[in-house]
């Protein structure tokens, strides 16, 4: 049997996929070292993985997953409390943005750690009006919370100090898209690449489709 928890692992995410085959398999102590691997990665996707096997028939299995689970939850929230205490708000604010990226949190729990995020990123937007990078970040926070005037206002400060900003035009793309506006949306990003992770989303499909038609015309 595979011993996926004693062999070196120079790079995890090669071993995504096996340990995704491994959960199927019969024996219980392959599908639980199969968490491990899937908990030490821990992206969104490995993290959708490990709630699934909260499903498993054998008690054994999801019990563990469920610890496991839980471990990563007190993981982010040990984070964020101590960015607290050190008063450092950048580092609150990445330790926020880290929670609601991981795929751990439920929609209502999203919500209210993206209002704590906002909430610093605004702190810091006071201290430093013309950073790009909190900007965007700001903007992508309104833009995720269906908040499209400030998003629109944040952002567009953001391509003032600069016009050319992936970021900026990106989320913009995005709020056009949930607008159904497709044409502002091709106008920000005709001149701009897909990042590779957007390949297949939905957006990205409609973006795809809009280039083309300028391509042809």
């Not at 201290?127 to 970040?137: K, M, N, R, Y």
């Not at 056009?176 to 506006?181: F, H, L, S």
Request: charged share 30%.
């Amino acid at each position: 049997k595979p011993d996926l928890k004693s062999k070196p692992r120079p790079d995890l995410k090669e071993e995504f996929l096996p340990a995704v085959s491994l959960l199927e398999s019969e024996d219980i102590d392959t599908r639980r070292a199969a968490i491990d691997v899937l908990t030490e990665i821990g992206g969104p996707e490995q993290i959708e993985l490990l709630q699934s096997c909260l499903d498993d028939p054998e008690r054994e299995v999801y019990q563990y997953a469920h610890a496991k689970l839980t471990g990563l939850h007190e993981r982010h929230t040990k984070r964020i409390q101590e960015a607290q205490e050190s008063g450092n708000r950048q580092a609150l604010l990445d330790r926020y943005l880290e929670y609601i990226g991981s795929g751990l949190l439920g929609g209502a729990t999203s919500d209210f750690y993206r209002q704590k995020a906002i909430s610093v990123a605004g702190k810091l937007l006071e201290e430093t009006p013309d950073s790009l990078p909190i900007l965007t970040v700001l903007g992508k926070l309104y833009v995720d919370q269906n908040s499209p005037t400030e998003a629109t206002l944040v952002l567009n400060k953001a391509l003032e100090r600069e016009p050319n900003s992936v970021e900026a035009r990106w989320e913009m793309a995005r709020l056009a898209y949930t607008q159904q506006n497709f044409r502002e949306m091709r106008d920000h990003l005709q001149h701009l690449k897909l990042p590779p992770a957007l390949h297949e989303t939905p957006i990205s499909q409609t973006v795809r489709w809009w280039l083309s038609e300028i391509e042809d015309s």
